[in-house]
């Protein structure tokens, strides 16, 4: 499996941006699908966007036009850039990895701690 480690999250204020990055362990990195999630107090984990080895992307509605899904490849490492950020974006933001371009989290091996982000209004 490959080990994940989210950082970047925090508190924000309406309309704020943060930059979440997830490093990863292994040397497969260039192969793996990277997909971020999140999980809202009292609310299911939640897709949120993905991306290939190639850089294909692909997103939730709601995030379309404010979030950017990335990774470099030679660092081993996926980033979530969120700008216009909204008081329902505040979730738990989780990256995972898997072999699959599927939203459904079941489908992703191994995921990272967790990072809070929290978007005061």
């Known amino acids: 499996q490959v080990q994940l480690v989210e950082s970047g999250g925090g508190l924000v204020q309406t309309g704020g941006s943060l930059r979440l990055s997830c490093a990863a362990s292994g040397r497969t990195f260039r192969s793996l699908i990277m997909g971020w999630f999140r999980q809202a107090p009292g609310k299911e984990r939640e897709f949120v966007a993905m991306?290939?080895?190639?850089?294909?992307?692909y997103y939730v509605d709601s995030v379309k036009g404010r979030f950017t899904v990335s990774r470099d490849n030679a660092n081993n490492t996926v980033y979530l850039q969120m700008n216009s950020l909204k008081p329902e974006d505040t979730a738990v933001y989780y990256c995972?990895?898997?072999?699959?371009?599927?939203?459904?989290?079941?489908?992703?091996?191994?995921w990272g701690q967790g990072t809070q982000v929290t978007v005061s209004s």
């Open positions: 991306i290939t080895g190639t850089s294909i992307t």
């Open positions: 995972a990895a898997g072999s699959r371009f599927t939203k459904a989290a079941s489908d992703y091996d191994s």
